[in-house]
């Protein structure tokens, strides 16, 4: 059974810094995509950043040049690092992964989320 556990959620103030963590266990062939996304009340989920297995990434324009994802393949683990956060990164962040469970199966995978709240 394939479980993705986030930490680093927490309450700062505007201009603060967090660092999120995501860590992937159970069986698996492999990580095809590990990303985040967040949730702010009232609003849909929507991508802030996703890092593929070869590296490349990608981001939120609203994000970007403040926060920064990044993967640790030996662990399973995908990080994002928030910069100059902003009220309106106020959010629940969810992790997500694309996992291979064999050779010929691939799925979608989210973990439980964790809130990040930005006050002015």
């Known amino acids: 059974q394939v479980q993705l556990v986030e930490s680093g959620g927490g309450l700062v103030q505007a201009g603060g810094s967090l660092r999120l963590s995501c860590a992937a266990s159970?069986?698996?062939?492999?990580?095809?995509?590990m990303g985040w996304y967040r949730e702010a009340p009232g609003e849909q989920r929507d991508l802030v950043a996703i890092?593929?297995?070869?590296?490349?990434?990608s981001y939120a324009g609203s994000v970007k040049g403040r926060f920064t994802i990044s993967r640790d393949n030996a662990k399973n683990t995908v990080y994002l690092q928030m910069m100059s956060l902003k009220p309106e990164d106020t959010a629940v962040y969810y992790c997500a992964a694309v996992i291979r469970l064999s050779a010929t199966e691939t799925n979608n995978f989210w973990g439980q989320g964790t809130q990040v709240t930005v006050s002015s």
């Open positions: 890092i593929v297995s070869g590296g490349d990434t």
């Open positions: 159970g069986s698996f062939f492999g990580i095809n995509a």
